[in-house]
């Protein structure tokens, strides 16, 4: 028996638990997976309380960043972006993990993007660290649109070789100089920059957000002729990921994809 549970605030909305349960299905695992309410500063409490209850532990926001605090052993790649997703118990040790960015690459590949000439993320936070990393050398260019210069080091040292830019925050924004924009912030924070789309524009958005879904910023993309994708990729490919990470077994991961995509889609009706 797996257990498994999504912690983060707000979490009434996440679909975690319909990925993770499908997936037990579908593999033929018995396996439990919930959504726990986990707010700022509440996660070494809960870890201290309740962790021995879970095999492993996905992490949303505003945990991201937080769980590199807590001491426990986290890879190079979770280092560099200082951003964690996933927490696994091993031999009654836990370890640090991230999936996001590899999630996302995923993502863009099973929509045909995997050359990129300059990318523009919105918003600096964990989910933003974890995309810059996994887009450094993939995009010659990455620039980051974020309301603080406190996270603009974080950032700088998740990108080793591609040419990186920081930008406080505008609405007013050249969206032609992009071939990607990718929105990392949370809902609504992107709305007012739904007035800088313009008709015929040419860069794919692809929005983490999958639900309220579509954002007004997906929206208008969408109605300006451009390409979307939704968050609910990035949710099923991270989540393999975790998956990966956690089960001891092999398993034919595009089919798992392709059968998580379609309960995740009608979940999200």
């Not at 879970?54 to 991201?64: A, E, I, V």
């Not at 001491?71 to 993990?97: P, V």
């Amino acid at each position: 028996m797996i257990t498994g549970a999504v912690l983060g605030s707000p979490i009434k909305h996440s679909l975690s638990p319909v990925l993770h349960k499908a997936a037990f299905a579908f593999l033929g695992i018995e396996g439990n997976y919930s959504a726990i309410k986990v707010g700022s500063g509440a996660l070494a409490k809960f870890i201290e309380t309740r962790a021995h209850e879970f095999d492993y532990l996905s992490l949303t926001m505003p945990l991201k960043e937080e769980v590199l605090g807590l001491g426990f052993n986290a890879d190079a790649l979770t280092q560099r972006i200082q951003s964690g997703n996933t927490l696994i118990k091993k031999d009654e040790k836990w370890s640090i993990s991230s999936t996001d960015g590899s999630g996302f690459v995923a993502a863009l590949e099973h929509a045909g993007i995997t050359e990129i000439d300059s990318v523009l993320i919105l918003g600096a936070g964990g989910t933003a660290r974890a995309v810059t990393g996994s887009l450094d050398s993939i995009a010659k260019n990455i620039h980051v649109l974020g309301r603080s210069s406190l996270r603009q080091e974080a950032l700088e040292s998740a990108v080793s070789h591609s040419h990186f830019e920081y930008h406080r925050w505008s609405s007013d924004i050249d969206f032609t100089q992009y071939d990607l924009v990718v929105n990392t912030t949370p809902a609504g924070a992107a709305d007012l920059l739904a007035n800088s789309v313009n008709p015929g524009i040419r860069a794919t958005l692809f929005d983490v957000i999958y639900k309220p879904w579509p954002t007004e910023l997906a929206q208008r993309w969408s109605d300006c002729g451009g390409a979307v994708i939704n968050g609910l990729e990035l949710l099923m490919y991270q989540g393999v990921d975790q998956l990966t990470l956690v089960l001891d077994t092999d398993f034919d991961r595009e089919a798992l994809a392709t059968h998580l995509r379609a309960v995740l889609r009608k979940s999200a009706r």
